[in-house]
T-cell receptor, first 114, second 112 residues
Framework: DVKVTQSSRYLVKRTGEKVFLECVQDMDHENMFWYRQDPGLGLRLIYFSYDVKMKEKGDIPEGYSVSREKKERFSLILESASTNQTSMYLC?????????????FGEGSRLTVL | GQQLNQSPQSMFIQEGEDVSMNCTSSSIFNTWLWYKQDPGEGPVLLIALYKAGELTSNGRLTAQFGITRKDSFLNISASIPSDVGIYFCAGQLTGANSKLTFGKGITLSVRP
């Protein structure tokens, strides 16, 4: 069963802490994405990557960075967490050989920043 | 930037009823996709549409790619309690590497 696995389902952090959200996919997909989901705002793209060591900014990259050292792993980093980064974070992957941009999502990581 | 419009934000229906959702855009897309997110899970692809005018079914779900390429609709027939969730539309311009643009989603509630 193919999967996108996010390391933590629930996290509680304090303002100013550095936060790492990890995502691993076992489908050998080239593309990986980080989205944030907030009520009434839908899914907003933070960063994405089309290849190892490559990254591109999405629509809301401010306050975030990413790392992709291996094809299967894409990490989202909050250098100094703030309360407005309390949200659900969704990782996704897709294949460059697919007919569409079908995304496979992880179960999400719900982050609370106090 | 591109935006997809889904409204209303929430829908409440009775079990057994049909429900239709639509998604509109000011821009043309070459692919339309519909995702469903179950409570506590990530979104899962329901239907993908590749051609203007295309009508595709997946069980009780039917979706259509609008002729103008600026809209799409999803119909659920004979709703059941497990249809509860958030339904997102998404548009893509060209190619598997083109980013998806998502609508804000519609939360569907089904009363038994």
């Amino acid at each position: 069963d193919v999967k996108v696995t996010q390391s933590s389902r629930y996290l509680v952090k304090r303002t100013g802490e550095k936060v790492f959200l990890e995502c691993v996919q076992d489908m050998d997909h080239e593309n990986m994405f980080w989205y944030r989901q907030d009520p009434g705002l839908g899914l907003r793209l933070i960063y994405f990557s089309y290849d190892v060591k490559m990254k591109e900014k999405g629509d809301i990259p401010e306050g975030y960075s990413v790392s992709r050292e291996k094809k299967e792993r894409f990490s989202l980093i909050l250098e100094s967490a703030s309360t407005n980064q309390t949200s659900m974070y969704l990782c996704a992957s897709s294949s460059q050989g697919a007919p569409t941009g079908e995304l496979f999502f992880g179960e999400g990581s719900r982050l609370t920043v106090l | 930037g591109q935006q997809l419009n889904q409204s209303p934000q929430s829908m409440f229906i009775q079990e057994g009823e049909d429900v239709s959702m639509n998604c509109t855009s000011s821009s043309i897309f070459n692919t339309w996709l519909w995702y469903k997110q179950d409570p506590g899970e990530g979104p899962v692809l329901l239907i993908a549409l590749y051609k203007a005018g295309e009508l595709t079914s997946n069980g009780r779900l039917t979706a259509q790619f609008g002729i103008t390429r600026k809209d799409s609709f999803l119909n659920i027939s004979a709703s059941i309690p497990s249809d509860v969730g958030i339904y997102f539309c998404a548009g893509q311009l060209t190619g598997a590497n083109s980013k998806l643009t998502f609508g804000k989603g519609i939360t569907l509630s089904v009363r038994p």
